[in-house]
């Protein structure tokens, strides 16, 4: 019978500049015998802590300017009565509100910024988990996402390492013998997703381990290589909602304007 | 130390119209010790068992037909080397491709069109297996869904019935005591997608049962009310993505066009 557990490793304290989260890691999974990692376990670790670690939490004094640090380039934005939410591409290629800048579970004034490099402190952080487990295991960095279309955000996958973020079931056959045409399934995100359930947002409880996956996590090297989470940023030429649907708008009714000659409205 | 456990249930063979899902559930969980439902279990029904119990496959000659007659307003569509792809709203206000109209897992020459009414379909499957098991469970009803600005796909909600969908956070306050802003979690997506890690898109595991969530499970007439799934599907106000940036520029320029009293573009 199938089986998943996904479970919090107990124990982790307030994260700070230069901390070494292997060690963090290592102790909590150690301070209990139930959580003690086992080979094919996928860490699945909040952003915020890395970030933390990573010295990512910056004075702000106005967090509207760095969120226009961060953001590559606006998809949508929307005015409400607390101000204007702006849905962002950032310098990670993720879409998201804010740019990712976070201001929730940091001191007052002071505003939390994404790993500079998510897959690449996925990377470090597993292979120094490998060294001194002796086996390997897989690593999730995750962020809360919205999503277009539905209510809610999710957790997803940001960066990653020895683990597999996409499943292919394209050109396998169902239980008809026809082929699967359109499935790709993006498991780190649904793992991501599953790891929320248990960690929370509001409790101290940055790090889960999934149990149950191992045909996920690959050695170092393996066939088919690590192409971390990046993979799952949709590439500009395949996404077909690169704009809101008013941005988008008025670019087309601007572009008229030009090829009839006629000035360009100013907008709002 | 909180954990959830996520399993398939065991044996459950192809499902044909007509089919009593409630019997079909219960039997496949007392056919092993290990599967014995439990209080607060949430049961993670695939929506193509749902779908063939109440008959909705359906001969299909021409899987693009259905597909119009399943969509209620087109979102964007692309074309590419096999056909066309058409992301649409559908009867359910749910933005997926092809309308959710499936021809895997099918035989030949049929496709499987999606529940009429999902949430009636879980609150129906949730009373029964309440009324027979003596005690409260929750059900979910899932799809799978293609995602904008992010690759692969997840399993989603598309129905339920005594289990929390929105886990609304907003208000509350963080570790620093600032109040968390933006907060509501899509719980019931991030369950769909845990159970997807289990149950997999080829094998017939079309059941999964996450258990460790209890306080997501409520009995029938609760306060705050059974909402269902609908509520994940954000309302056309707060959508900005309600159209593709293509089909939204189109409009645009269509719209400047009849503004200068110039002729409207005939496009491809």
Redo the contacts between chains.
Sequence with gaps: ????????L?GIS?ITPGADLVSVILDAAAS?P??ALRPGDILVVTSKIVSKAEGRQVAAEDREQCITEETVRVV?S?VHS?GVTR?VENKLG??A?AAGVD??????GTVLLLPVDPDASARALCAGLRRKLGFDVGVLITD?L???????????AIGAAGVD??LD?RG?????G?E????????A???A??A???KG??S??PVAVLR??PDLVHPEGYFGGDRGAR????PPA????????????????????RD?G?PEPLWD
Tied chains: 1, 2.
Excluded at 1 to 8: A, E, G, P
Excluded at 146 to 156: H, I, L
């Design positions: 019978m199938r089986t998943i557990t996904v479970f919090v107990p307030e209990t139930d959580a949508a929307k607390g849905i993720i879409v509100a201001n929730s579970n940091t001191p007052a809360t919205g999503r277009a279309w539905r209510d809610g955000q999710t957790d997803a973020v996409l079931l396998t056959s169902d239980a008809f026809q699967m045409k359109a499935t790709l399934t993006a498991v995100d649904e793992i997703g599953a929320d359930l248990v947002k509001t101290q409880c149950g996956l993979a799952l940023v949709r395949h996404d077909l909602f690169r704009l809101g649907s008013a941005e988008a708008w008025r670019e087309g009714y601007a572009a008229a304007c009839a006629l």
